[in-house]
């Protein structure tokens, strides 16, 4: 079966760190844009990062930067993201998907999501 699971989510305190991880079932990711999102109660999807598979560059959403940081290794099939500095506002869940690139392709293999939750 080809899927994607996210891990790594729980409860934190305002300026607490967690690291998500996705990892893939059913096919590599060494050929895949793996790209993160979440979803606040009553709030759109957004997308928060992403990390190319050509070349490794990544991008963040404007509210992460310094914050977040994104990573893979091919090895074990997974991508990170580091979350660090986290406030109450990253409070959301988070899922991953796969892409042939980090813009204008659309994404599938969604994994079920993680929940993260910045609350003291």
């Known amino acids: 079966q080809v899927q994607l699971v996210e891990s790594g989510g729980g409860l934190v305190q305002p300026g607490g760190s967690l690291r998500l991880s996705c990892a893939a079932s059913?096919?590599?990711?060494?050929?895949?844009?793996i790209g993160w999102f979440r979803q606040a109660p009553g709030k759109e999807r957004e997308g928060v990062s992403c990390i190319s598979s050509s070349d490794g560059s990544t991008w963040f959403a404007d509210s992460v930067k310094g914050r977040f940081t994104i990573s893979r290794d091919n090895a074990k099939n997974t991508v990170y993201l580091q979350m660090s500095s986290l406030k109450p506002e990253d409070t959301a869940v988070y899922y991953c998907?796969?892409?042939?690139?980090?813009?204008?392709?659309?994404?599938?293999?969604w994994g079920q999501g993680t929940q993260v939750t910045v609350s003291s």
């Open positions: 059913g096919f590599t990711l060494d050929y895949d844009a």
């Open positions: 998907a796969a892409s042939g690139g980090c813009s204008g392709l659309p994404w599938g293999h």
